[in-house]
C-alpha cells in the first residue's frame, strides 16, 4: 500500500530522537510524526538557525525515516483553554512564563503561528520521495489541539445558556483565524485532533467548528478514531462525512464495555488502567475499533496520507506495543481493487 506506516512520536518524548530513530525503524515503522516538545522538532530553532531542518532530515534519513506531518497538541491547547495550574506541566517555561492566563494564551499564539513558517522550511527541505508522499501534496501539515473555553460547561447544569456556548464558539472563531491566515499563508494545513477538551469532540460539534471557523480552507482534521468510540460515536461516518478535511490519520485503539459499570464515560476521577473503567486506550487491535472499515474508508476517500501509531496503553510495555501495531497495520492495509469483482464476466 502507498501508505506509510509512522509513530507519533509524543509519547516518547523522554528519549531524544538520535536515540527514538533507531528503536522505530528495528519496530518495523516507515517514519515518524515529529512532536513539538522534548528535542524531537523545536519551533524556534527551524526558524532561527539555517542548518536546522537540513540536519534533522539528514538524521531522519540516515535511519531510513520519514516524517510527513508535525505535531503541536501542547500550544495548541493553550491558545482557547481557561488557563490554570495543569498547564504547567504541559508547556515549555517560555509558553507559561508567569502563568498569566492572557499572557499564556498569546504566547501560544505566536507558538502556533511560528510552528507553521517553521513547518514550511521543515517541509520545504524534505527529500523528493516525502514530499510525493504526503496527504495534500504541496501542502504541509501541523497536527494539534485547539483548547476550549467551554469544554467545562458539556454538562448543561445549571442551565448553560444558548448564547454561552455560542460565544464560546465564537472565542474559539476569533483566536483561531488569524491563525489560520498564517498557516494558509505559507501553504500549511492544520489538522485538529478531535478529542473531548477541544472545540471540537464529536460529529456535532465538529460541524459547528467548522461554521464557526467559516470552513477556513486551511482548518482540517487530524482523525483518531479512538477518541470517538467510547462516546457511541460512529468514527466510520465520521470519514463519510468530513473525507476532504481529513489530512492526517493517527491510528489508536480504545476498549468499551457494552455491559454497566462503575465508572462511565466520564471516567469517575478514575486513573487511565483502573479495573473500573468502563473505557480504557489500547494498543492497536486489542480493542474494539473497526480498523478494516477505517482502511475501507480510506480507500474510498483516496486517502494517501500516513497512517501514525499514537502508542497509548498503560497495560502494555511501549516497544512491544508499538512494534505490534506496526505490523497489524501493514498486514491490515490493502490497495482497492482497480476493477469491479465481477467484471469478467462481460469480457469477450
Excluded at 528519549?15 to 533507531?22: I, Q, V, Y
Excluded at 527551524?46 to 531542518?53: I, N, T
Excluded at 454561552?164 to 476569533?174: C, E, N, P, Q
Amino acid at each position: 500500500m502507498t501508505r506509510a506506516v509512522c509513530l507519533f512520536t509524543g509519547q516518547w518524548a523522554d528519549l531524544s530522537l538520535e536515540n527514538l530513530l533507531p528503536k522505530v525503524k528495528a519496530m518495523g515503522f516507515d517514519g515518524v510524526e515529529l512532536a513539538c516538545w522534548g528535542d524531537h522538532f523545536e519551533v524556534q530553532r527551524a526558524l532561527a538557525e539555517d542548518d536546522y531542518c537540513a540536519k534533522k532530515w539528514e538524521l531522519l534519513e540516515a535511519h531510513g525515516m520519514a516524517c510527513y506531518a508535525i505535531s503541536t497538541h501542547l500550544v495548541g491547547q493553550a491558545v482557547c483553554d481557561r488557563i490554570d495550574e495543569r498547564h504547567e506541566s504541559i508547556l515549555p517555561p517560555e509558553i507559561w512564563g508567569d502563568g498569566n492566563p492572557d499572557g499564556v494564551r498569546a504566547r501560544a499564539t505566536q507558538e502556533v503561528k511560528d510552528t507553521a513558517r517553521a513547518a514550511r522550511r521543515f517541509f520545504d527541505a524534505a527529500p523528493q520521495h516525502v514530499k510525493d508522499r504526503m496527504a495534500r501534496p504541496g501542502k504541509a501539515v501541523v497536527n494539534g489541539f485547539t483548547g476550549s473555553g467551554i469544554w467545562h460547561l458539556l454538562y448543561s447544569f445549571p442551565p448553560v445558556p444558548k448564547e454561552t456556548i455560542d460565544a464560546g464558539f465564537k472565542a474559539f472563531a476569533d483566536a483561531w483565524k488569524p491563525i489560520m491566515d498564517v498557516f494558509q499563508e505559507h501553504d500549511v494545513l492544520f489538522a485538529l485532533e478531535v478529542h473531548p477538551t477541544e472545540i471540537a469532540f464529536d460529529i456535532a460539534s465538529t460541524r459547528r467548528a467548522f461554521e464557526a471557523i467559516d470552513h477556513h480552507p486551511a482548518f482540517g482534521l487530524n482523525y483518531d478514531p479512538s477518541h470517538f468510540g467510547y462516546q457511541r460515536v460512529d468514527y466510520l461516518a465520521y470519514l463519510d462525512e468530513f473525507a476532504d478535511k481529513i489530512h492526517n490519520c493517527h491510528m489508536k485503539d480504545v476498549w468499551w464495555s457494552d455491559q454497566l459499570g462503575e465508572a462511565g464515560v466520564f471516567g469517575g476521577h478514575t486513573d487511565f488502567g483502573a479495573p473500573e473503567r468502563t473505557w480504557d486506550f489500547r494498543s492497536i487491535g486489542r480493542g474494539c475499533v473497526d480498523f478494516e472499515g477505517i482502511i475501507r474508508r480510506l480507500n474510498r476517500m483516496d486517502y494517501r496520507g500516513p497512517l501514525s501509531v499514537e502508542w497509548e496503553d498503560g497495560g502494555m510495555d511501549r516497544e512491544h506495543g508499538a512494534t505490534e501495531s506496526a505490523a497489524f497495520l501493514r498486514k491490515l492495509d490493502f490497495e482497492p481493487s482497480a476493477r469491479a469483482f465481477d467484471s469478467a464476466f462481460s469480457e469477450d
